[in-house]
Nanobody, 121 residues
Framework: QVQLVESGGGLVQPGGSLRLSCAVS????????MGWYRQAPGKQRELVVG???????NYADSVKGRFIISRDNAKNTVYLQMNSLTPEDTAVYYC???????????????WGQGTQVTVSS
């Protein structure tokens, strides 16, 4: 069974920082794209940033220059460093990974359970 386990959310004041982590566990063959999405109350889930296995990144305009994604392929883990947080960043953040469980199998999208990030004074 493949699981994505997230950690690092919480309450932070405007201008503060948080670091999210997402570790993939279970039997897998390879992980292609990984990334972070978020969903604020009353809004659709949106891409925050994605990263390929080769390290290419794709940031949402709203987080460019403030958020940094990284991944440790040896640990099957992706991180999101969030700086200069604003109340508009308040949302549930979801980790995503595109995974092949076996050689030759289809790539399947897996999601974490979500972690709440609240930016408030």
């Amino acid at each position: 069974q493949v699981q994505l386990v997230e950690s690092g959310g919480g309450l932070v004041q405007p201008g503060g920082s948080l670091r999210l982590s997402c570790a993939v566990s279970g039997r897998i063959f390879s992980i292609n794209a990984m990334g972070w999405y978020r969903q604020a109350p009353g809004k659709q889930r949106e891409l925050v940033v994605g990263i390929t296995s080769g390290g290419s990144t794709n940031y949402a305009d709203s987080v460019k220059g403030r958020f940094i994604i990284s991944r440790d392929n040896a640990k099957n883990t992706v991180y999101l460093q969030m700086n200069s947080l604003t109340p508009e960043d308040t949302a549930v953040y979801y980790c995503h990974a595109a995974i092949r469980r076996y050689w030759g199998s289809d790539e399947i999208d897996y999601w974490g359970q979500g972690t709440q990030v609240t930016v408030s004074s």
